[in-house]
């Protein structure tokens, strides 16, 4: 066997065994997701249940009763199961967390552990902050705009009394899929848009942007928020200005956050003696001309 040969068996051993240990992470996270899967499969009608108030709430309100309808033989089943998927995704991410960051700690130094690991803590934390946020204060905001949308709905029937003189009556009767595909829709969509932080300010630890940078991007920054609004809610500027009105504070906080991280820094290298002046970069290569 020539020494070539060593090599090569000596490098294709690590990778097996990464490869190996990969293979095991995966099947550990979706064992777990798929225990989590089942167990809220278990309880997928309370958590329903509870996905309605919003929407209940509002229609209380209006004096109307609260009435989901299965447009769909099979509705009710698929409904269980994207429960069942959303549920038991959110159940296992601790664990799932955990599988990555098991795998890739091994090759991290430990500054570079010190720095990842709160982000890693951090991005749970946001998206719930994000999701309750859109539970509890969007969405009765949002059901609310569209129920205004009824007509001959509000007055009482039995003394003849209507809310509008409109020759058709128009009642909402919500379909079960549509509704919890809204409302999750609107969910998830807060709960990712409030990473912005999380990723810009470990983009900027790693020194991939600046403080500066991010300041001078704000009227983009700003186009692309309402864009990102646009797509992920409902086609109505109630919505889309609560979301934008929600986002862009955290891209200013990401910016706040990144200009402490450079600061601290900069005082480090100043103390190790490696830092170096924008200024003096700019005028030295004048100084030896």
Not at 12 to 17: G, V, Y
Not at 57 to 69: I, K, N, P, T
Not at 240 to 259: G, N
Request: net charge negative.
């Amino acid at each position: 066997m020539t020494a070539h040969q060593d090599d090569i068996d000596d490098s294709s051993a690590p990778l097996i065994e990464h490869l190996a240990e990969l293979r095991n992470r995966i099947l550990y996270s979706l064992a777990a997701f798929i225990v989590a899967m089942v167990l809220c499969f278990t309880v997928w009608n309370p958590i329903f249940n509870f996905l309605t108030h919003p929407i209940c709430d509002a229609l209380a309100e209006r004096q109307q009763d609260c009435g989901l309808v299965l447009i769909k033989l099979q509705e009710g089943f698929f409904v269980a199961v994207r429960i069942s998927v959303l549920g038991g995704f959110a159940l296992s991410f601790p664990v799932i967390a955990f599988q990555m960051w098991r795998f890739v700690a091994p090759g991290l130094y430990r500054t570079e552990k010190q720095a990842f690991l709160p982000f890693l803590l951090a991005s749970p934390i946001m998206f719930f902050i994000g999701a309750a946020f859109a539970y509890y204060v969007v969405l009765p905001i949002a059901f609310d705009f569209f129920l205004n949308f009824q007509q001959n709905f509000g007055g009482d029937p039995a003394a003849g009394e209507l809310a509008t003189d409109a020759p058709a009556g128009i009642v909402f009767q919500g379909s079960m899929e549509q509704y919890l595909s809204l409302t999750t829709g609107f969910v998830l969509a807060f709960g990712v848009c409030f990473q912005l932080p999380v990723l810009l300010t470990l983009m900027g630890k790693a020194g991939l942007i600046t403080s500066r940078g991010l300041a001078g991007m704000r009227k983009y920054a700003v186009v692309l928020i309402l864009v990102v609004a646009a797509l992920v809610t409902p086609p109505d500027v109630m919505s889309q200005m609560i979301m934008f009105a929600a986002i862009y504070p955290l891209y200013e906080v990401s910016i706040f956050l990144i200009r402490r991280i450079e600061k601290k820094r900069e005082a480090q290298m100043r103390a190790d003696g490696t830092w170096v002046d924008d200024e003096e970069e700019d005028t030295e290569p004048a100084t030896k001309a």
